[in-house]
């Protein structure tokens, strides 16, 4: 009697989310009891929703209550430790909020330990013991717990489906296999079972192989972002380094232009003023002059008038005059001139490139193709704006600019200062390059892109490609029939753009060029063709 008395009282003083005896007691509003962390984790478990409910009656608590210690029910859980009794292994076996309860129990209900496919029913251990000991159940099919249960039941006949159909990939039950899917390939589902395990294992074996394949990617990608931004950090420390040089030189050369500008002030200060004095020296011996002939010509004594006349009336010539006469007004506009030249060439350097079609189409240039240079396969046309290649050899005269080897042929025109073409292509096998004019015109090194001196743009199929003096550079992009390239010649740079709606810059060059460039073209395949744009 004392034992169920504890045992009782072990129930009641128990926590209904944990099972076990209180620890640190509360009661909430409704009136149940649990562990204070107990609620206090289910609760947090509802914080979004920002509604808590009792985990037994489900009533609903807005906002989340305050929770405070039932130092009563404390007191009560202690006592009962006292008495040295501790609760009976099966209280563990009573149904937690996540467990499958016995649909046999009544009152508190124990966890269930497996389900029956005959009765639809999971039992606790000892309600399942009929179906070890009764030859009635011997033909009951148990499985593990499943919370539902009805799913394994054939919604036609009301039988469990233990068959899998192979032909339409589903599980049936036995009347199923000999009705609708008679003829079909069925298994028993453990044998699919097993065989779909195996797979199982070889796509559990792909999937970590591509788990490691991808991690694998994933590092190198990691290094990836470390190289860029180790090789950006290196490019501005790089760059400041170089801008602090280039600030040092012009300064310096700003100083030295000072020290030469006040050098030659002083130089052209100390010539003017000395021809200064000379001048006031002669001023003032022409003035002496000037009273002496104003004396003589009050003599009265004819003898002695005629005597000084010949000494006094005779004026010496100024050595300087011409200096005064042609010395000019401005004495350091060379100086000036230089200086506005270089900071035109800085200005150039750094102007930004045009970014709307619009802006490029103010710097748009004529671009003919030279007969002289082209092909014997290519065919101009178009006034010398089109190059087709032709199956057979075109009747050009002989000339030493003609390439011999490579399908390709360069402009007439020169191209320097900022200049902007376009050309369409019929087909993606072409280059569009630059070059300069003494480019070889037989071998490999006279193909465009293939030496240091031209640069050129491949499309191939579905790629780009940057390629100068051999080195290939791959390029990503929209792709589209029309290309423009942009030309700054002082400022060195170059640059492919993809031409449709917008412009999509594919790659830009920054060098430095020291000869005129020529716009090159080059069609790979028979009846390719390419075409420079009229622009207006």
Known sequence: MAQHTVKLDQERLSCLICLDL?????????????????????????????????????????????LVKNTMLADLVEDLKKTGLQAAPADHCYVGLEDVACDVCTGRKLKAVMSCLQCLVSYCEQHLQPHYESPAFEKHKLVNLSKELQENICSHHDEVMDLFCRTDQKCICYLCSMDEHKEHDTVSA?????????????????????????????????????????????????????????????????????????????????????????????????????????????????????????????????????????????????????????????????????????????????????????????LLSEGNKKATVMMKEQSYPHHCDRFTEQRQVLSRESLTGRCYWEVEKEHHGAIVAVTYKDISRTGNESTLGSNDRSWALECDGDEYKLIHNKVITSISGPKSSRLGVYLDYSAGILSFYNVSDTMTLLHRVQTTFNQPLYAGFSVYGYDYSLEVCELK
């Open 22 to 66: 209180l620890k640190d007691p509360v009661t909430i509003h409704c009136g149940h009891n649990y562990c204070m962390n107990c609620i206090k984790s289910h609760w947090d478990g509802e914080y979004q929703k920002k509604i808590y409910r009792c985990p037994q009656c489900r009533q609903t608590f807005t906002p989340r209550p305050v």
């Open 190 to 378: 453990a044998a699919e079972r097993n065989e779909k395990q195996r797979e199982l294992k070889d796509s559990q074996q792909k999937v970590q192989q591509r788990i490691q394949d991808r991690e694998k990617d994933v590092e190198m990608l990691q290094q990836e972002i470390e190289n860029i931004n180790n090789s950006a950090d290196k490019a501005v420390r790089d760059s400041e380094k170089i801008f602090n040089e280039l600030i040092h030189l012009i300064e310096k050369r700003s100083s030295d232009v000072k020290q030469q500008i006040r050098s030659r002030q002083k130089t052209e200060v100390s010539r003017v003023k000395e021809l200064q004095e000379k001048l006031q020296q002669e001023i003032t011996d022409l003035k002496k002059k000037d009273t002496e002939l104003k004396k003589l010509s009050h003599t009265k004594d004819h003898i002695k008038f005629l005597h000084n006349y010949s000494s006094l009336s005779q004026l010496s010539e100024f050595t300087y005059s011409s200096s005064i006469k042609h010395r000019p007004l401005q004495y350091f506009d060379s100086v000036i001139m230089a200086v506005s030249e270089l900071r035109d060439k800085l200005l150039d350097i750094f102007r930004e490139e045009p970014k709307t079609r619009d802006e490029f189409l103010k710097y748009s240039v004529q671009i003919t193709l030279d007969p002289n240079t082209a092909h014997i396969w290519l």
